[in-house]
């Protein structure tokens, strides 16, 4: 009745508009034009019903989609026993490998290590290791790690955990990292024999949150330039920046390197808060957008500490997210110079989503534009991320590495920094000052040795010579001791012994390199990183061209806008 009422009712208010409205011309379309409006509308009535139903009756499957009924059904009806929710776990990658590179989703194990550790912490003993004659041997206890404080000293070695036998060729770093991590609280026995003592001594260590350092190493590169290395962008990484910034400027510290080569990113807090200390009040840092997102902007509040300092910033490949809003930022507010080679490419937003079971999808919700506008994030294809993940592969194919005319900008949408300077976008930031990747003394022999060998060595050398090397205040003096040391022929005699056959050619040409790591992974052992980096990277050609553009003034904003640091 109400469906024939509102027929009427149109039919009604139809006739009276052509009534009033009649135009000449054919009477045939008056008669019939009102009737063909009213089945309309009664027809459109009758498809809203249908909807109305069809809607209603989703109750017959619980409202559910599609993927849900399947999991449904085979919980139901499959063959075999299933386990559903190890199915869906299998499932959503699967889901999410149809949309771009980084949208991602991580299983509720893997979230707690990742998110731990970006924290600044994780949870196990806290202690360096090497695995010497299938033997895990301690090289250092962690400073404020849980077995820093039981007394697990350097040269410990673990012959049983809880009671069980930890040695032999089965023996492997993953075998260590499984057993000595886990949960906080929990404990763990080690049976640990120690050089000069007899028998086992017995320790039980709770396991307690571990620091994880984001900045690696803050040094004097000379008497008024300091160097900051930081590996990720997490919960702690502003502090230490800010306590890294005031160690140096006490040394006398007025130009900076901030070193970002292989910094994957982490935290858009911590880059934000990082960029602020180098940028004037109301500088732009970065902007995010997306179909459903609007414009967010990320602006500097006049509070920076390093407003008016020098400033260098080293990128490469592995360069990135954090990593890039920092350097696009200095870069396009021309604030400081950015050198080595064209970073990763990661300028998607991830919006977290956390379920109930620790799990969480991280959804691209928007990109990262610096300042000119550019994009950050390099060209995919949605559902390929096969070519992606072979992108770095495919710039170290065609050269990119070693010559800066291999990168081809001839796509690539062009910018320009607040002072003019041209900059290109949607494929990472391209360094001002390209510096190709330093290949000197990286032969055959070398790559052999490197992984393992040379730590090794450099352990075995300090054991052997604890005593003396005890005795040195400072690193600087035990690297000069070293430098006198036949340390590569004696690693080289060594090396043999692990089945590394001579090759005099070779080792002289890598003769250098190994040098500087074997000294430098000597004192790591005393010093820690204090004395490490700074031997280690003593020949690196990206911090010295860093280094050279600081001494000659050419990262001052003014010169940058002029050119005048080609």
Not at 280 to 300: K, M
Not at 308 to 326: K, M, P, R
Request: hydrophobic share 35%; net charge neutral.
């Amino acid at each position: 009745m109400e469906d024939e009422k509102e027929i009427q009712k149109a039919q009604d208010i139809t006739g009276k508009a052509y009534k009033e409205n009649k135009p000449s011309g054919n009477k045939k379309i008056y008669i019939w034009l009102p009737l063909c409006i009213a089945v309309s509308i009664a027809v459109g009535i009758f498809i809203g019903n249908a909807f109305s139903i069809f809607n209603n009756t989703r109750g017959w499957f619980g409202g559910k989609n599609k993927l849900d009924l399947i999991f449904d059904y085979v919980g139901k009806a499959y063959v075999d026993t299933v386990n559903i929710n190890d199915m869906i776990e299998e499932a959503i990658p699967s889901v999410l490998m149809g949309l771009d590179p980084h949208s991602d989703y991580i299983p509720a194990n893997i979230m707690e290590q990742r998110g731990s550790e970006l924290d600044g912490h994780f949870s196990g003993i806290g202690v360096e290791f090497l695995i010497l004659n299938d033997t895990l041997t301690i090289v250092n206890a962690v400073q404020g790690g849980p077995s820093e404080a039981v007394g697990i000293q350097s040269g410990d070695r673990v012959v049983s955990v809880n009671d069980t036998l930890f040695s032999g060729k089965q023996l492997d770093e993953n075998k260590v990292f499984s057993t000595l991590k886990g949960p906080k609280g929990t404990k763990i026995k080690l049976d640990i024999r120690r050089t000069g003592q007899k028998g086992l001594i017995p320790f039980v260590i709770t396991r307690a949150d571990v620091p994880v350092k984001s900045v690696d190493a803050a040094y004097m590169l000379d008497d008024k330039n300091g160097y900051i290395k930081i590996s990720k962008f997490g919960g702690n990484t502003f502090n230490e920046f800010i306590a890294a910034i005031a160690k140096l400027k006490s040394l006398g510290c007025t130009s900076f390197v901030v070193d970002l080569q292989q910094n994957s990113g982490g935290y858009l807090e911590a880059a934000l808060l990082m960029t602020n200390e180098f940028l004037s009040n109301g500088d732009l840092i970065v902007y995010t957008e997306g179909r459903t997102s609007p414009r967010e902007n990320y602006f500097a509040d006049n509070t920076g500490t390093c407003k008016t300092n020098q400033l260098v910033v080293l990128v490469d490949e592995g360069s990135a997210s954090s990593s890039e809003i920092f350097a696009g930022a200095i870069q396009d507010n021309d604030r400081g110079l950015i050198v080595g080679r064209r970073s990763f490419g990661k300028g998607l937003v991830q919006a977290p989503y956390r379920f109930k079971d620790g799990s969480e999808l991280r959804l691209t919700i928007a990109r990262y534009y610096t300042v000119s506008g550019r994009s950050i994030q390099k060209a995919y294809e949605r559902g390929n991320r096969d070519d992606y993940n072979l992108d770095l592969y495919n710039r170290y194919s065609r050269g990119e590495f070693d010559n800066k005319d291999s990168i081809k900008f001839d796509n690539l949408p062009l910018f320009h920094t607040l002072g003019g300077r041209p900059v290109y976008g949607n494929d990472g930031i391209l360094a001002d000052i390209f510096v190709p990747r330093d290949t000197a003394g990286v032969n055959s022999y070398y790559i052999r040795v490197a992984n393992r060998l040379l730590r090794e060595y450099a352990y075995v050398f300090t054991e052997n010579n604890r005593t003396k090397l005890n005795s040195f205040k400072t690193w600087q003096e035990m690297a000069k001791f070293l430098t006198n040391q036949p340390l590569v022929d004696n690693f080289v005699e060594y090396a043999y012994s692990k089945g590394i056959r001579r090759q005099p050619y070779l080792i002289e040409e890598a003769r250098r390199l190994m040098a500087n790591q074997l000294e430098a992974f000597i004192v790591r052992n005393f010093f820690g990183d204090d004395g490490f980096y700074p031997l280690f990277q003593r020949d690196d050609k990206v911090i010295l061209e860093g280094l050279k553009l600081l001494k000659a003034n050419k990262a001052i904003p003014e010169n940058i806008r002029k050119g005048s640091y080609k």
